[in-house]
């Protein structure tokens, strides 16, 4: 039976439509390159652990797993990420298209201000590359916010909400070292329906 290959999602928006908050040119390479990358790299990887469980090759599998853990990360961080963004025009990007999630995060911090600002401190407070996340516990339905390093996904009881690409290809083309500036404009991209359904368990298994 073949394998089946893991596919880089489209984005359901322009490379450009995101402008002026994250540019046209770092969504064309971050998706078409980095993002495609991951995919092809797992892919390559998934492939020879089929391989090594065949001939029951032990120390292949152990071997690829590291490959495996990175590259599949980043393709589900990144499919997730596409999916948390929305033109800044739309109604999407409106924090009123999520009224169950922002009573929950006022609950948890106070105010939509509050929160931004604890996760603003968060993402700067990240050494080296990795990612912050707004995420449920899905055995106490508590918010939380946390960050995985480098492409490591967010697992177990915690179910993502939405997350920020802190790695320097997510932002340093158009910021340079200016963090701060690309973490206060991605508030304005953030697409709250999406997190809301998220949020309520109704967005279904990520497709890969």
């Keep these: 039976m073949a394998q089946a290959k893991f596919t880089l ?103 939509y201000g509050g929160f931004k600002n604890e996760f603003k401190g968060v993402l700067l407070g990240l050494q080296g590359s990795g990612w912050g996340w707004l995420v449920k516990n899905k055995k106490t339905e508590q918010l939380d916010i946390v960050i995985t390093k480098d492409q490591d996904p967010v697992v177990g009881d915690l179910a993502p909400i939405f997350g920020v690409d802190m790695w320097e290809h997510a932002y340093y083309l158009q910021y340079f070292n200016d963090k701060a500036s690309y973490v206060n404009g991605i508030w304005n991209i953030i697409n709250w329906d999406t997190a809301e359904g998220r949020f309520l368990g109704r967005s279904g298994a990520l497709k890969l």
Excluded: C
Aim: net charge neutral.
């Design 9 to 111: 999602p489209a984005l359901p928006y322009a490379y450009d439509a995101l402008e002026p908050y994250i540019s046209g040119q770092i969504m064309q390479i971050h998706h078409s390159k980095h993002h495609q990358t991951y995919v092809n790299n797992l892919n390559a990887a998934t492939a020879n652990h089929v391989k090594a469980l065949q001939e029951n090759d032990v120390r292949a599998q152990i071997n690829l797993q590291q490959a495996i853990k990175f590259n599949g990360g980043g393709h589900i961080n990144h499919s997730l990420f596409w999916a948390n963004l929305a033109p800044a025009n739309t109604s999407q990007a409106k924090p009123e298209s999520a009224p169950k999630l922002m009573e929950a995060i006022t609950a948890k911090y106070g105010s």
